[in-house]
């Protein structure tokens, strides 16, 4: 009896502190949030050091503590990001941001994989396709990571939808062209026409499937749940349906929930249009504020674990593969820096030029791309994976870094112009005077010289 009071009083303990632990993350999120304007450290940074201290260096717990519901976790997670940002795109700034954010996707991706692959041949053993694979598993940005940092910045609205998009389909570029490599071990063959068809038509069914269930469940959701005040769960049920049913099908479901999102949350801006009022009639259309705020607060919610999960992750083992991982990731944001300075517009302020200059960390789809060699037991499987975690590591680090970098600077510029703007008006001050006093004596000295 005593042995079992023992171990039941260490379970309840155990149980207790866990408990507390996520009551405290998710109140030290929202502070860390709200304290951004002043500490300049984003919040993402702050997560993945508590994972860190928590799994590498402690090893309180690990992800295999978890078994396979880490995996179910970070997939919900990601579908509840891309949903809810989804509802928050207005489709005017989408229109206007589409082209710009598929040019640079392209070539931020295709100039990132090639580095990484020239970078690995050159500084390991590796054979060309297994460098190939890691330089597209990790030539993307994470929609995880880039979409809450972004939402810190308060960015202008096209420069936070250019990097909302390309996090979205460089997503569909890194899976894609992975998976077209990794079948490339087994026939010794990669055909490139049929990837480009397979990136085309993930992407338009993609969309199309996820805008039609926009519609459909827009209508459902007026005219059988208007009236009831506990259904806004629904619809989070239906993206993690839409996302798997894409999946089965062979379609992108990130891109899907992503377009079921942005329909969802743009009808209410079309409520005159002719098409919508005969489809909808009498019902009131678009997201009322109480569901944008919920879905606001459960992806808030969800990111904070994800990040602490996310640092529990990462392995820090073999010195010279984070050395290796260290470069490849200082090579790709010193060419993304350079490469964004000519493709983003001149029109774009400062600030949000620099800051899409330097968003690109890595995350989700680079860490599960990176472990699928080992588990297939592929050539140097290990060492893709543990190149690939510190990447991930070493772009979120340094991506963070940039941020408090650049907030500063943007600080001391607006400083200077404030301080420029005050020396302007005292100058154009003590010009009136001058020239009030020249008015006024110049007559009275005529006056003297007729007298």
Same mark, same amino acid.
């Given at each position: 009896d005593l042995l079992f009071i023992h @171990? *039941?009083?260490q379970y309840i303990m155990s149980i207790t502190s866990a408990i507390i632990f996520m009551g405290s993350l998710i109140f030290l999120a929202h502070l860390c949030n709200n304290l951004f304007e002043y500490t300049k450290i984003p919040t993402v940074l !702050?997560? $993945?050091? $508590? #994972?860190i201290l928590i799994g590498p260096i402690l090893s309180l717990a690990t992800p295999e503590n978890f078994g396979s519901l880490g995996s179910v976790f970070t &997939? %919900? &997670? =990601? !579908?509840? %990001?891309l949903f809810e940002s989804g509802t928050g795109l207005r489709l005017s700034s989408l229109k206007a941001s589409i082209g710009s954010a598929t040019i640079v996707t392209i070539v931020n991706f295709i100039v990132s994989a090639t580095v990484v692959t020239l970078l690995l041949m050159l500084t390991t053993q590796f054979d060309w396709r297994s460098a190939l694979y890691l330089g597209f598993a990790i030539g993307g940005t994470s929609s995880a990571v880039v979409i809450p940092m972004v939402r810190q910045l308060h960015l202008g609205e096209k420069s936070q939808t250019i990097l909302f998009l390309e996090s979205a389909l460089s997503d569909v570029l890194c899976l894609i062209l992975s998976l077209a490599i990794l079948s490339s071990f087994e026939s010794d063959a990669v055909s490139f026409s049929s990837i480009g068809l397979s990136i085309l038509l993930s992407l338009t069914l993609a969309l199309l499937f996820g805008a039609a269930l926009g519609l459909i469940w827009s *209508?459902?959701?007026?005219? =059988? @749940? #208007? /009236?009831l005040s506990n259904f806004m769960f629904t619809s989070f049920a239906l993206a993690f349906i839409l996302y798997g049913v894409c999946d089965l099908i062979g379609l992108n479901g990130g891109i899907a929930v992503l377009s079921f999102g942005i329909i969802l949350g743009n009808l209410e801006y079309y409520s005159e /249009? +002719? %098409? $919508? +009022?005969k489809i909808f009639r009498q019902y009131q259309v678009g997201l009322k504020t109480n569901e944008r705020n919920f879905f606001s607060e459960i992806g808030f919610i969800l990111q904070t674990y994800f990040f602490v999960y996310v640092g529990m992750s990462l392995k820090f083992g073999n010195i010279r593969l984070l050395a290796i991982g260290a470069i490849i990731t200082a090579a790709i944001f010193a060419l993304r820096h350079f490469i964004n300075r000519w493709l983003i517009s001149k029109n774009t302020p400062k600030f949000d030029k620099r800051i899409v200059g330097i968003m690109t960390p890595k995350g989700l789809v680079a860490a599960v791309l990176a472990s699928i060699p080992l588990q297939m037991g592929l050539p140097f499987g290990e060492e893709i994976q543990d190149i690939a975690y510190a990447v991930v590591f070493f772009s979120i680090v340094l991506c963070s870094i940039m941020v408090i970098i650049e907030k500063n600077k943007q600080k001391r510029e607006e400083k200077e112009e404030e301080e420029e703007e005050t020396e302007i008006i005292n100058t154009d001050e003590n010009t009136d005077d001058v020239e009030y006093e020249t008015v006024i004596m110049h007559p009275t000295q005529e006056e003297e010289e007729k007298e």
């Open positions: @171990f *039941y009083n !702050i997560l $993945i050091i $508590i #994972g &997939t %919900i &997670t =990601l !579908i509840v %990001i *209508y459902i959701q007026q005219a =059988l @749940f #208007g /009236n /249009n +002719k %098409i $919508i +009022k």
